[in-house]
């Protein structure tokens, strides 16, 4: 009985430093951003949105992943994600991405408020097909990551004016075209929290940072909650 009863203080001792550690953690370590159209390069945000500086949020979307199955903002409600743009003929930067996207799905495989979304820029040749040939030959877990094609003027829209992903402008149309190595952190309220340079590998530990720095953040709120 003794033994049971030291057991038990050790097991609740622990459990009262771990909720200790996280909330000095988040108090010591500065929260991150929140980013509006006017807090980002302008370059990278479209003319219309450049002087918002309040309440930006990403919009909805309809998006169709490699498995054919139909993507909107309610399969990441309540997640925060990772996004990116890319397209799987690309020979230069999004090899680099896809494999770096990889490395935060292997990081992340049991987290699930952690979700990864990546989304074509060339829609028009990557369908669903194609999609899922990738998606198998990069080893894409569905559950955790979404790989997407759709209409391309939402995706472009998107780009330039959810994710501020881009420094061109653009129309969508047929001659348009957008090529970015910019990760897009959002958090569970649609914000924007931080952007990051998919290929450099010192942005990608910092990626993985602020995402654990967020991850302890929104478990706080809902603590308090």
């Known amino acids: 009985m003794k033994q049971f009863n030291f057991q038990f203080r050790t097991t609740i001792n622990f459990i009262v430093l771990l909720v200790i550690f996280q909330f000095c953690y988040v ?7 929140v980013y509006n159209p006017s807090d980002i390069n302008p370059e990278l945000v479209d003319k219309s949105l450049q002087n918002t500086n309040t309440d930006h949020t990403v919009a909805d979307f309809e998006l169709i992943n490699q498995e054919g199955v139909k993507i909107t903002q309610e399969d ?3 997640k925060i994600y990772v ?3 890319f397209f799987t003929t690309c020979p230069s930067i999004c090899p680099v991405m896809t494999n770096n996207m990889a490395k935060i799905q292997k990081e992340y495989i049991k987290v699930d408020k952690l979700k990864l979304l990546s989304l074509s820029v060339t829609p028009e040749i990557d369908n669903v097909s194609v999609l899922k040939n990738y998606a198998q030959k990069e080893r894409v877990i569905t559950k955790k990551w979404n790989v997407t094609t759709g209409d391309k003027k939402q995706i472009y829209e998107l780009a330039r004016k959810s994710y501020f992903a881009v420094v061109t402008q653009g129309d969508g149309g047929l001659q348009d075209f957008i090529h970015t190595p910019n990760f897009i952190l959002v958090d569970t309220k649609r914000q924007i929290r931080g952007i990051y340079d998919g290929t450099n590998d010192d942005e990608i530990v910092r990626l993985i940072d602020d995402i654990n720095i967020l991850l302890i953040e929104e478990d706080e709120v809902a603590f308090s909650n």
């Open 27 to 33: 108090s010591c370590k500065e929260k991150l951003p």
């Open 83 to 85: 996004v990116d743009f």
């Open 76 to 78: 990441y409600k309540n």
